[in-house]
């Protein structure tokens, strides 16, 4: 997105339109944000899309009455993230074998190139089972090969489970290609659905194979069945522990077109200006983005508004900026709404990488995401419990403010799926704090029903309850943790 787009101020994110802020943070001042960030004119907040535009420009209006000062990089509210999606485009491919072109029947193929164009012939093709061992390390020879890799993982440790993990693997130990066997009575419209959808990233961090693709289980029968080989005895070799895969005895001839779209994304930094020099920073975090126009064509209601996911964190974003910005604190406060989280957090890790604040400065950073689940009167969990030295500081917040502890470390199993992982990675005090994951029955209900989906949408049975008190948790976590006197921190030189 250029940033000519985001000087446009859209008729409904006109200051006007801007909610009133009260002294405590109510549902209706939250209900206020969420009914325009999750309002069909904004098209589900995806990235690079005219929905994007509107919500970027909406928080920088907000964040600017409430009196915060802009903080990105180039000294505005907007620092960009550099994304890219890839799509498939035209290619033709062959498989040989001793000299003979195979036959293959199905045309359950995919293939999608780290750049616009790949040729490559005489291509090896190498079966890799899971791709790993159950050591976790590669054990087929594929340096300068293809590495065909079943997509359910078998006898691999938990963290070579995804298959993201294992293509990495791989990559890093020489694969040319990375091609994944979806089961065609299975997984295989998953796969053929994820391959297809142009996903987002970070160029900055990608970790691609210069051809990379999908084929099923019919697919795979037919080409190693074609070439002398038995698939049944390949599964069952796959099914070992150690098993270190095996050449297939077949060639492939490449010609791959890649459709490829690079474009500027996003992050808002907004900043309230601490009173106390190199007394170190505190900083607010929570994802804008969603998954835009979600449905197929034809669908009753095509748009994935994210009401709660994540509306809902940014709207408390919003209040807690107001409200922390009436008055002068020891530390800067920074507040950053991220782009891409929904793609693997990656406005997150984009701004870990290019912070506007020296990372080691900053003394906590809090996340809010999916806050709108809970009730008025629910646990405070903490995302994060045991990672950091601060639990007991944010508990007796906490319990100051009228809350109860859930004290056991079971919303911990989210702490990697949300903006914070991309700090805790570079050694920053990093936590999620509030009720909407101290019940996590009640998360369950609402991530098997309507998370990532058209339902997400603001109604009257939204319950913001917890999420207004979650708003004024916060707001005392940020007057104690920006006091100079009430945290030392080391962090700061203290």
Same mark, same amino acid.
């Given at each position: 997105?250029?940033?000519?787009?985001?000087? +446009?101020?859209?008729?409904?994110?006109?200051?006007? @339109?801007?909610?009133?802020?009260?002294?405590?943070? @109510?549902?209706?001042?939250?209900?206020?944000?969420?009914?325009?960030?999750?309002?069909?004119?904004?098209?589900?907040?995806?990235?690079?899309?005219?929905?994007?535009?509107?919500?970027?420009?909406?928080?920088?209006?907000?964040?600017?009455?409430?009196?915060?000062?802009?903080?990105?990089?180039?000294?505005?509210?907007?620092?960009?993230?550099?994304?890219?999606?890839? %799509?498939?485009?035209?290619?033709?491919?062959?498989?040989?074998?001793?000299?003979?072109?195979?036959?293959?029947?199905?045309?359950?193929?995919?293939?999608?190139?780290?750049?616009?164009?790949?040729?490559? %012939?005489?291509?090896?093709?190498?079966?890799?089972?899971?791709?790993?061992?159950?050591?976790?390390?590669?054990?087929?020879?594929?340096?300068?090969?293809?590495?065909?890799?079943?997509?359910?993982?078998?006898?691999?440790?938990?963290?070579?489970?995804?298959?993201?993990?294992?293509?990495?693997?791989?990559?890093?130990?020489?694969?040319?290609?990375?091609?994944?066997?979806?089961?065609?009575?299975?997984?295989?419209?998953?796969?053929?659905?994820?391959?297809?959808?142009?996903? +987002?990233?970070?160029?900055?961090?990608?970790? =691609?194979?210069?051809?990379?693709?999908?084929?099923? @289980?019919?697919?795979?029968?037919?080409?190693?069945?074609?070439?002398?080989?038995?698939?049944?005895?390949?599964?069952?070799?796959?099914?070992?522990?150690?098993?270190?895969?095996?050449?297939?005895?077949?060639?492939?001839?490449?010609?791959?077109?890649?459709?490829?779209?690079?474009?500027?994304?996003?992050?808002?930094?907004?900043?309230?200006?601490?009173?106390?020099?190199?007394?170190?920073?505190?900083?607010?975090?929570?994802?804008?983005?969603?998954? %835009?126009?979600?449905?197929?064509?034809?669908?009753?209601?095509?748009?994935?508004?994210?009401?709660? !996911?994540?509306?809902?964190?940014?709207?408390?974003?919003?209040?807690?900026?107001?409200?922390?910005?009436?008055?002068?604190?020891?530390?800067? +406060?920074?507040?950053?709404? @991220?782009?891409?989280?929904?793609?693997?957090?990656?406005?997150?890790?984009?701004?870990?990488?290019?912070?506007?604040?020296?990372?080691?400065?900053?003394?906590?950073?809090?996340?809010?995401?999916?806050?709108?689940?809970?009730?008025?009167?629910?646990?405070?969990?903490?995302?994060?419990?045991?990672?950091?030295?601060? !639990?007991?500081?944010?508990?007796?917040?906490?319990?100051?403010?009228?809350?109860?502890?859930?004290?056991?470390?079971?919303?911990?199993?989210?702490?990697?799926?949300?903006?914070?992982?991309?700090?805790?990675?570079?050694?920053?005090?990093?936590?999620?704090?509030?009720?909407?994951?101290?019940?996590?029955?009640?998360?369950?209900?609402?991530?098997?029903?309507?998370? =990532?989906?058209?339902?997400?949408?603001?109604?009257?049975?939204?319950?913001?309850?917890?999420?207004?008190?979650?708003?004024?948790?916060?707001?005392?976590?940020?007057? =104690?943790?920006?006091?100079?006197?009430?945290?030392?921190?080391?962090?700061?030189?203290?």
């Amino acid at each position: 997105m250029r940033l000519a787009r985001l000087a +446009i101020i859209v008729s409904v994110v006109a200051l006007s @339109t801007v909610p009133a802020f009260s002294k405590a943070v @109510t549902e209706a001042d939250l209900r206020k944000h969420i009914a325009i960030l999750a309002s069909d004119a904004f098209e589900g907040r995806k990235p690079g899309t005219e929905g994007e535009t509107k919500t970027v420009q909406y928080i920088a209006e907000v964040w600017a009455k409430a009196g915060l000062k802009p903080a990105a990089s180039d000294g505005s509210w907007f620092d960009p993230v550099p994304l890219i999606q890839r %799509g498939q485009g035209t290619s033709t491919h062959s498989f040989w074998s001793k000299g003979r072109k195979l036959r293959v029947t199905s045309q359950d193929i995919i293939l999608i190139g780290q750049e616009a164009e790949y040729v490559r %012939g005489k291509l090896p093709l190498v079966f890799t089972g899971s791709g790993v061992k159950a050591d976790g390390m590669v054990g087929a020879d594929v340096a300068g090969k293809a590495a065909l890799v079943l997509f359910d993982a078998e006898n691999v440790p938990d963290e070579m489970q995804s298959p993201r993990a294992r293509r990495e693997a791989l990559i890093a130990a020489g694969a040319e290609a990375v091609i994944f066997i979806g089961e065609s009575k299975g997984n295989w419209p998953t796969l053929r659905r994820l391959l297809l959808s142009r996903p +987002i990233a970070l160029e900055s961090r990608e970790k =691609h194979a210069p051809m990379e693709g999908a084929i099923s @289980t019919e697919f795979a029968v037919g080409l190693v069945t074609a070439a002398g080989r038995d698939w049944d005895k390949l599964r069952a070799n796959a099914k070992q522990a150690d098993y270190t895969g095996e050449a297939l005895g077949i060639d492939a001839d490449l010609d791959v077109k890649t459709d490829i779209y690079r474009f500027n994304s996003s992050n808002v930094i907004g900043k309230i200006a601490g009173r106390k020099k190199n007394s170190g920073a505190l900083l607010y975090m929570g994802h804008w983005d969603h998954l %835009g126009i979600c449905a197929p064509e034809g669908a009753p209601d095509r748009i994935c508004n994210g009401a709660v !996911d994540n509306a809902s964190g940014i709207a408390v974003l919003n209040e807690v900026a107001e409200v922390l910005a009436k008055k002068k604190h020891d530390r800067d +406060i920074y507040f950053v709404a @991220t782009t891409a989280e929904e793609s693997g957090l990656l406005g997150a890790y984009a701004f870990a990488e290019k912070p506007v604040v020296p990372l080691d400065q900053i003394v906590l950073s809090l996340n809010i995401d999916t806050i709108a689940i809970a009730p008025r009167g629910s646990k405070v969990a903490i995302i994060g419990r045991g990672t950091t030295p601060l !639990d007991a500081a944010v508990e007796a917040v906490a319990k100051k403010s009228g809350r109860a502890i859930e004290s056991s470390a079971d919303a911990n199993a989210f702490i990697q799926r949300q903006d914070g992982w991309a700090l805790t990675q570079k050694g920053v005090p990093a936590l999620m704090v509030g009720g909407s994951f101290a019940d996590l029955e009640l998360m369950q209900k609402f991530l098997g029903s309507d998370y =990532h989906g058209p339902n997400d949408e603001l109604t009257d049975s939204t319950e913001l309850g917890g999420a207004a008190e979650d708003a004024e948790l916060h707001i005392a976590l940020g007057r =104690h943790f920006a006091d100079a006197r009430k945290f030392k921190s080391k962090k700061a030189g203290e």
